[in-house]
């Protein structure tokens, strides 16, 4: 049973524009919320987190909300730039269970100029 | 220098044969994890390790068997390699221990595992 749900695979932006990817969970006990970036034959690297105490955290070009009450979290990427072109990951951990991530499938997204 | 390398990057077996993945991190970190990512492109943990003690242990055959000869090395075998095990299999490490719930993994580059 996946957890954590990325129900759109592809996404495609305009440079320039902003891109809204989203994520949703089942469990309500996650406390902490990462998004992650991969590249073709890279691993995950690690862009943007929060925790389950705040609703928005701001990195630069992006941004995560949580909504805990929909269980649903979201990143923006404001001005979209065609290097953002990557698969993106969203994950959730439970601080109970030392260590593990719950990981969705992941939004292909693409930047076009 | 490579935070998380894993090695080799591609490995191509028949079916039967016996492999191993070998992972190293030089973050310093306390805790080390194998992920498989299937053809459907999920990612699924399979074990974690913490201080060379192994705290994760998903529904992984017993043909898999992780070893950590210290905490800035856990490698994988795999014994009598089947079709479905062809994946890319990722490494990946964190400070896992404080377990607040913070948990920021560095990834490896992946080994992709194709069995014939």
């Known amino acids: 049973d996946q957890q954590v749900k990325q129900n759109s695979p592809s996404l495609s932006v305009q440079e320039g524009r902003i891109s809204i990817l989203n994520c949703d969970y089942t469990?309500?006990?996650?406390?902490?919320f990462l998004w992650y970036k991969k590249y073709p034959a890279e691993g995950p690297t690690f862009l943007i987190s929060?925790?389950?105490?705040?609703d928005k955290n701001e990195d630069g070009r992006f941004t995560v909300f949580l909504n805990k009450s929909a269980k649903h979290l979201s990143l923006h990427i404001v001005p979209s730039q065609p290097g953002d072109s990557a698969v993106y990951f969203c994950?959730?951990?439970?601080?109970?269970?030392?260590?593990?991530?719950?990981f969705g499938r992941g939004t292909q997204l693409t930047v076009w100029p | 220098d490579t935070a998380v390398s894993q090695t080799p990057k591609y490995l191509v077996t028949q079916m039967g044969n016996d492999k191993s993945i070998k992972c190293e991190q030089n973050?310093?970190?306390?805790?080390m994890y194998w992920y498989k990512q299937d053809s459907k492109k999920f990612l699924k943990i399979m074990f974690s390790?913490?201080?060379?003690?192994?705290?994760i242990n998903e529904t992984v055959p017993n043909r898999f068997s992780p070893k950590s000869p210290d905490k800035a090395h856990l490698n994988l075998h795999i014994n009598s390699l089947e079709l479905g095990d062809s994946a890319v299999y990722f490494c990946?490490?964190?400070?896992?221990?404080?377990?607040?719930?913070?948990?920021?993994?560095?990834f490896g580059a992946g080994t992709r595992l194709s069995v014939l």
């Open positions: 990946a490490s964190s400070h896992a221990g404080t377990g607040k719930g913070k948990n920021i993994q560095y």
């Open positions: 469990n309500s006990m996650f406390d902490y």
């Open positions: 929060i925790s389950s105490i705040k």
């Open positions: 994950a959730a951990s439970l601080g109970s269970t030392l260590g593990r991530l719950y």
């Open positions: 973050l310093g970190h306390d805790t």
């Open positions: 390790y913490n201080n060379k003690e192994l705290i």
